[in-house]
């Protein structure tokens, strides 16, 4: 079975640029999560996807952040403009949905924003 | 609001030793459970053992056990038998029964000398 797919792995940018992060889930996975982790922290969600719809973006910065889940599959993070404190890893994980369901990480994306 | 507490930064174990991380938390909820995910270098977050807040009985994976005290919320982990691969970082997690999100603690990181 295919894993938690992202794209890409690493990026580098200049702040005040725009960024966009792409997630490919475990197939049949319904919920899809973005979380950031930041040097020395746990991972702290963003957005998280039922379907295509947003259950919960409390924690995301809505007037840089924002993202997508077309079709209920893959989804795109974009940050617009970068800020120096984005710096971070940015996670996609997806699971069935429960709470007592494992979530299945990708590989992450390490955003540096000089 | 949910909190997870981590308080040791660092841990290390003699190959074939048992180590135990601990974890504490913060809630009003009585639906919930409980996670520990290992983060290798460089490697995906994979869940290691979760434990359900209404069942007693401690989880056990193999080498790896919980020593769960709901009225102390306190939910430790315990390697067995350690082995050059359990070096990583260890984060507890905590998710409701109403909402899949992972709320994590800032991590510790486990060395395991040979």
């Known amino acids: 079975e295919a894993g938690v797919a992202q794209s890409p792995r690493y990026k580098i940018i200049e702040k005040r640029q725009s960024v966009a992060f792409w997630c490919n889930p475990i197939?049949?996975?319904?919920?899809l999560y973005w979380y950031q982790q930041i040097l020395g922290q746990g991972p702290k969600l963003l957005i998280q996807f039922q379907n295509n719809g947003v259950v919960d973006d409390s924690q995301l910065p809505k007037d840089r952040f924002s993202a997508e889940r077309l079709k209920g599959v893959d989804s795109t993070l974009k940050i617009q403009p970068a800020k120096l404190e984005d710096s971070a890893v940015y996670l996609c994980?997806?699971?069935?949905?429960?709470?007592?369901?494992?979530?299945?990480f990708g590989p992450g994306t390490r955003l540096t924003v000089l | 609001a949910q909190t997870v507490t981590q308080s040791q930064p660092e841990m290390s174990v003699q190959e074939a030793e048992t180590v135990t991380l601990s974890c504490t938390y913060d809630?009003?909820?009585?639906?919930?459970?409980l996670f520990w995910y290992k983060q290798p270098p460089s490697r995906q977050m994979i869940l290691v053992i979760r434990q359900e807040a209404y069942k007693q009985q401690n989880a056990t994976e193999n080498r790896f056990s919980v020593n769960f005290q709901k009225a102390a919320k306190s939910f430790s982990l315990k390697i067995s038998d350690s082995q050059l691969g359990d070096a990583a970082m260890y984060f507890c997690?905590?998710?409701?029964?109403?909402?899949?999100?992972?709320?994590f603690g800032k991590g510790i990181t486990l060395s395991v000398r040979p």
């Open positions: 997690a905590y998710s409701t029964g109403a909402n899949s999100k992972l709320t």
């Open positions: 197939s049949g996975h319904a919920t």
């Open positions: 809630t009003s909820e009585s639906d919930y459970y």
């Open positions: 994980a997806s699971s069935l949905g429960r709470a007592y369901n494992e979530q299945f």
